[in-house]
Structures are given as C-alpha cells and as structure tokens.
C-alpha cells in the first residue's frame, strides 16, 4: 500500500474514481474524503503565509476541485483517541497495582508510528506490553469513516475512498499495517496519506499557489448536534496532541481527586525531554515525562531495560519537537531556521480553538450510536490495536531518523 500512497495515485483515483485493492481488484468508488490533520494544515498555512483558518478553507477548496467529496477536519478522532488512551491508563494503573510484577506500567503513548515501528523492530516483545492499545488519530479516523461514515451513506467500506493529510511519511506505514486491514471487507481504513510537502509539491506541479484557490467550507456530516461549526482545533499539550497533559490531568482527577493539578513541565536533559509530576500528602503519585527525538527514546527505553524508569506514562515521538516538525512539513525558506519555522507553527497551534473532548456531542452520540458505549467490545475492536515484534530478518521498512 506504501507505494500506492503517491501524489500520482491521488490524482489518478481523482480522475478515474476506481483504485485496486489488495486483491488486485479494480474497485469504484463512490466517495472520497479527506481527513485533515492540524499539524501539515498549519505547515501550509506558515509556507503560504495564511491565517490557519484561510489555509483550512483552501485546502478544502483544492481537494473539491481535484474531486474530493467530504473534507473533514480530525478533532473527533483525536478527542476518542485522547479519551480510550485515558481510560487504558486507569485501568492499567489498577493493573500493575493488583500485579507489581506485570508490565503496564509506564504507558507509552502509540501515536507515533515512527516509534512504534522501531520499538516493534528493536525491542520486539520487551517493550511492546508497555505500548498504548489505543488507536492513533488517523487510525480511528479510518475506523469512523470505513465503519460508520459508509453505513449512514449506505456504501460498503470499500466503496469509500479515504485520505490523510499527515505530517509524516511514517503515516503512510501505519496506515498500510495489516492491523488496519480488513480481509473480509477487502480494503484497509486509510487509503492514502498525502503530507505537507506533496501537497506544495503538487501544486508547484500545477503551477498554482494555495493563495489562488477558490476556499470551501469543510463537511460535516455527523448530523446536526448543534456544535461549533467545524474548524481546525487543538487539544491541551504539545502541538503532537496532547497526550501526556490528557492522561496526566484524567488520572490527577480520577484517582487522586485532583481536579485541579498543574502541569508544571520541568525539563531535562533537553527540552525534548521532560516531565510533570503530582504530588499527594507530600508523596509522589503520578510522573509523567515528553520525551521527543531518538537520542530521547533510546534513553527512556534503557532505562526501562534497566528497570530504571520511574514513569507512569511517557509520550513518546519520533521527531524532535514532535508532530509540527515532522519528517514531511514544508522545510523552511530560504534565511529562516528550522527551529523558528517550529516556534512559528507551535504558536498558530496554540492559538487554535481549543477541543475539550469529554464535552464534545459528538463523542457521546459516537459512543451510544455506533460503539456501543464505553468499554464495549465493539468500542475496544474500532478504538484499539495490537503490535507485534518484527524479527530481524523480516525486517522490509527502512525507517530513517
Ligand atoms: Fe510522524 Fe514525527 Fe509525529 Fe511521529 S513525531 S507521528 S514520525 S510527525
């Protein structure tokens, strides 16, 4: 699926609206959506020097002239991506409780395939109890629009043909994983994945700039919940998503009654490492650390070996700085640094509408309509996952940091 994912590919099931399966089965289809991620959203709007409200309007308004059907924005798969990652940590926080010997504990977060890919080539079945089960964002978007969008459209999964706009290339290996196909449907969750830097490229290709396109409103078609009109949004944390502040602040609640604990960051060794702590009667309860980049990761994981590591819960990504500097943004121009396109990028986030996903309608009409509820099996057969060690010698990917 990794070499269909190209620029050409897109244009070609755009202009044929038929794609081949895995089968090799020549499949119409009857829709296309695009699901926008915020962090290559707000790289192109820095790159075409638009508001990231402007750059949202424009790529909708790029993706319907190419001949997409839906253009949705993800904060629905990223506040239930937030919310089973909060659940999963309280239930493993009884767990490893109940059995100290056990591995629950720390939860490393599973957003980043760049990380899960090498944790599951280099450490195989050591670490993989300590990965997250939940899905990542793009992952439950393809869970939402395959199993739920084709139902309430009358279409067969198959029938849709779904696109991500992500930050990385490492997307387009997670979305070609096995765990995300489906043999009985015959179609994976995630089509395609399309980054920042294949967006301007294939508009460089067209010779036009984002600036010149027509802009559009994006879809909504969840039904009328009397919402915020859909909209480019943030979650509370580091411009990756918000992992580490989501779960931290849940569990302060939930298990503590904190209901007002601080995140306090201290840095470490970097900025790309660091850590929150909550404290109770004087005694350390909760410690949750950032670690971002791989000189990070190797560190977090030999102390884990070691048996050294003192955390609950890491969030753990590949890139330095996280998501907004992924290996696909848009590089900087000429005279500007990488390090200031970042700072850039983490203040139009910053400035977003923030998503508070326990109060969204959405989620809760998600949860009793199509999951249903919480902690059901259907809701852990859409929302979770599972990982598995790769030996050595199978090993096809290159992953490259
Ligand atoms: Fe992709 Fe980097 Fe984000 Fe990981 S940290 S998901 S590799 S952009």
């Avoid at 001949?67 to 490893?96: C, H, K, P, W």
């Avoid at 939402?144 to 139902?151: D, T």
């Avoid at 949004?233 to 904190?258: K, N």
């Amino acid at each position: 699926l990794v070499t269909k994912q190209s620029q050409e590919e897109l244009l070609r099931v755009f202009s044929e609206r038929k794609y081949t399966d895995n089968k090799g089965v020549s499949k119409d289809v009857s829709l296309i959506v695009i699901s926008l991620s915020p962090q290559p959203t707000l790289s192109l709007a820095a790159r075409y020097k638009l508001t990231p409200e402007e750059a949202t309007h424009k790529l909708a308004g790029y993706f319907k002239s190419l001949g997409a059907d839906l253009v949705l924005d993800m904060t629905i798969a990223e506040d239930l991506s937030l919310l089973e990652a909060q659940q999963e940590f309280l239930q493993r926080y009884q767990n490893q409780l109940a059995d100290p010997s056990s591995k629950n504990m720390p939860m490393l977060a599973s957003s980043c395939p760049g990380w899960v890919c090498y944790a599951e080539k280099t450490h195989g079945n050591f670490i993989l109890p300590y990965i997250s089960s939940s899905k990542s964002p793009q992952q439950v978007m393809g869970s939402l629009v395959k199993q739920y969008l084709s139902r309430s459209r009358e279409l067969t999964p198959g029938e849709i043909y779904h696109v991500t706009v992500m930050p990385c290339y490492d997307k387009k290996l997670e979305a070609s994983r096995e765990d995300f196909y489906s043999e009985m449907l015959s179609c994976h969750d995630v089509d395609c994945v399309i980054t920042a830097i294949e967006l301007e490229q294939m508009l460089d290709v067209s010779s036009k700039s984002l600036n010149d396109i027509t802009g559009a409103e994006l879809d909504w078609p969840w039904g009328a919940l009397g919402e915020a009109p859909p909209a480019l949004r943030r979650h509370i944390g580091t411009g990756s998503g918000g992992y580490a502040d989501h779960v931290f602040l849940y569990a302060a609640e939930q298990l503590f009654g904190e209901s007002n604990a601080q995140l306090v960051y201290r840095n470490l060794r970097n900025p790309d490492f660091r850590e929150v702590t909550l404290e109770k009667d004087g005694k350390e309860v909760l410690r949750f650390a950032v670690a971002n980049g791989f000189r990070n990761i190797q560190n977090l994981v030999q102390k884990l070996k070691r048996g050294k590591s003192p955390y609950h819960y890491v969030e753990v990504m590949a890139c330095p700085s996280g998501c907004l500097n992924g290996g696909a943004q848009v590089r900087p121009v000429t005279g500007e640094s990488g390090r200031e396109l970042v700072a850039q990028l983490e203040a139009m986030y910053s400035a977003l509408p923030l998503a508070v996903p326990a109060e969204s309608k959405l989620v809760r009409k998600l949860y009793a309509e199509w999951l249903d509820g919480k902690d059901s099996d259907k809701a852990r057969a859409m929302l979770h996952t599972t990982y598995h060690a790769v030996e050595k010698s199978d090993i096809a990917l290159n992953i490259k940091w």
